[in-house]
């Protein structure tokens, strides 16, 4: 039976719509897969100002902050970074006094072969690892290196047992460069306030490099850490013994002093 003129129009009209509203749904597909769609990372919640006051006021309590990791040389150093991963600074220099006055170069180290330095290192978590990664980095150095502690970060990172934030350290403290080493306590401060959110210890690395004053960034780390470690401590912050409490915009903030 042929269809009416009637028909023949709404049927052309039901047709039309389908694709069209195909093509809103395939719209809003191919928006959502736009990068500009995905959540912003979070940035510092302080202005220029804020940033400066907090970091001088840091530098005016401790003009020329150090690690509180005892070293005797940038391969000391390197060594006791390593050993310092999920273990305390006091609980490493402990160990290494006595192992640095009988190994303080590559050579002497791995003349000590890895019995030895478990044995020196025991009493530090992860020690059986750790003593092998430390005659493996010394070998890489000997072999590599010429016996000397690397100078860059893709180099550093190379050596067995050392990631991003070992290599920051070594960078930092043994050479002055102006690298940030995001360690627990820096991670912490840096959501806690709100000074350099991130989902990972690299971007809030990033954040405090795109924020830090150039004339504070050298030592940046080294406050937060201390600050982190004595002040903005994880279970109970010190506030009212905190130096920027005025400026600092955490959420929820101790009455008493710790």
Not at 181 to 190: K, Q, S, Y
Request: proline share 6%; net charge positive.
């Amino acid at each position: 039976m042929a269809k009416t003129k009637t028909e023949n129009n709404s049927s052309a009209k039901a047709s039309a719509a389908k694709p069209a509203a195909g093509k809103a749904s395939g719209a809003k597909k191919a928006a959502a897969k736009k990068p500009g769609a995905a959540k912003r990372r979070a940035r510092c919640r302080y202005s220029r100002e804020e940033i400066y006051e907090i970091f001088s006021r840091l530098s005016e309590m401790n003009p020329e902050p150090a690690s509180e990791l005892a070293y005797v040389n940038p391969y000391t150093l390197l060594v006791a970074v390593v050993l310092s991963a999920q273990a305390t600074d006091v609980g490493v220099n402990k160990a290494t006094k006595p192992l640095f006055a009988v190994a303080d170069t590559p050579e002497a180290m791995v003349a000590l072969g890895e019995d030895t330095v478990r044995d020196y290192i025991k009493t530090i978590g992860l020690y059986r690892n750790k003593a092998k990664n430390v005659i493996a980095l010394s070998e890489a150095l000997i072999a590599q290196h010429g016996s000397a502690v690397p100078r860059s970060r893709e180099a550093l990172e190379a050596l067995p047992g050392v990631g991003r934030k070992t290599a920051n350290v070594v960078l930092n403290v043994a050479y002055g460069e102006p690298t940030i080493a995001v360690d627990t306590h820096i991670f912490r401060i840096g959501n806690r306030t709100g000074l350099a959110p991130g989902k990972t210890p690299l971007e809030v690395e990033e954040e405090l490099e795109r924020i830090v004053p150039q004339d504070f960034l050298t030592h940046a780390h080294h406050w937060l850490i201390l600050h982190g470690r004595y002040v903005c401590k994880a279970r109970k912050p010190a506030c009212p013994n905190c130096v920027i409490r005025d400026i600092c915009k955490a959420p929820d903030k101790t009455v008493e002093a710790a």
